[in-house]
């Protein structure tokens, strides 16, 4: 079993930054992808970020490219998710995700241990 745990979110103003943090004990952290989604009001959980078990390679939505940095630091059992010139679009709470099964993947359907999501908010 794996209990992600994010924090770091918060309320910023647009054009400010956040780190997202989510640590995920519970096995060996290192051999496995990590994913970020996230889910606005009224809409649908979407992917965010992931990155390889090696952190070697990294995926991103289109709608953050450029702007997000996923990362991880295995020997913390720790990925982050650095968040710059955010926009009030980018509001929602985020996810942290872990699958049961090698391998990375920016489908959703892909994870299968969620964390409890931490709020982000930009404002105008």
């Known amino acids: 079993q794996v209990h992600p745990v994010e924090s770091g979110g918060g309320l910023v103003q647009a054009g400010g930054s956040l780190r997202l943090s989510c640590a995920a004990p519970g096995r060996t952290f290192s051999i496995y992808a990590m994913g970020w989604f996230r889910q606005a009001p009224g809409k649908e959980r979407e992917f965010v970020a992931a990155?390889?078990?090696?952190?070697?390679?990294?995926y991103y939505a289109d709608s953050v490219k450029g702007r997000f940095t996923i990362s991880r630091d295995n020997a913390k059992n720790t990925v982050y998710l650095q968040m710059n010139s955010l926009k009030p679009e980018d509001t929602a709470v985020y996810y942290c995700a872990a699958p049961k099964r090698r391998g990375v993947s920016t489908d959703i359907s892909w994870y299968d241990y969620w964390g409890q999501g931490t709020q982000v908010t930009v404002s105008s």
């Open positions: 990155i390889s078990w090696s952190g070697g390679n990294t």
